[in-house]
């Protein structure tokens, strides 16, 4: 019986979770951590690193951007399982390479977006 177990809830969940065709809704994802330089050349990219929370039925898909002058606003944008779905309570921390230009000013000012608390901001000053 025991070797029934230990085969069946891998199949169950893996199933559960990772069924292509099942519905899913956009959501924007948290952000557990955000690693960006200090200090940055006129005219060089951003190479930042963001970290996004996932697991369960909750899969990363994209940055999103927005741009003002002396701001750059972004978040992590995925998709979550519909309700009445089932799946795992694993969380997950997933390292994204985020690559960016600057909008002028100086300093300018990083935030990335947590749905539910504030935004992780980083200030960057063009030298």
């Not at 956009?26 to 330089?37: D, F, K, Q, Y």
């Not at 970290?51 to 002058?69: H, L, N, P, W, Y």
């Not at 309700?83 to 994204?96: A, I, K, W």
């Not at 390479?97 to 000013?105: I, Q, V």
Request: hydrophobic share 40%; with cysteine; net charge neutral.
């Amino acid at each position: 019986m025991r070797r029934l177990a230990t085969f069946v809830w891998p199949v169950v969940l893996a199933v559960a979770c990772n069924d292509a065709e099942a519905p899913r809704v956009n959501v924007v994802l948290g952000v557990e951590e955000v690693v960006a330089p200090t200090e940055l050349a006129p005219n060089a990219e951003l190479v930042a690193t963001i970290t996004v929370i996932t697991g369960g039925c909750k899969r990363f898909e994209q940055f999103a951007s927005t741009r003002s002058d002396g701001r750059l606003t972004v978040e992590a944008r995925g998709s979550d399982a519909t309700p009445g779905q089932t799946c795992t309570r694993d969380l997950r921390l997933e390292p994204h390479e985020y690559r960016a230009s600057l909008p002028a000013g100086n300093p300018v000012v990083l935030a990335v977006r947590r749905p539910n608390g504030p935004d992780l901001v980083r200030q960057i000053q063009i030298r």
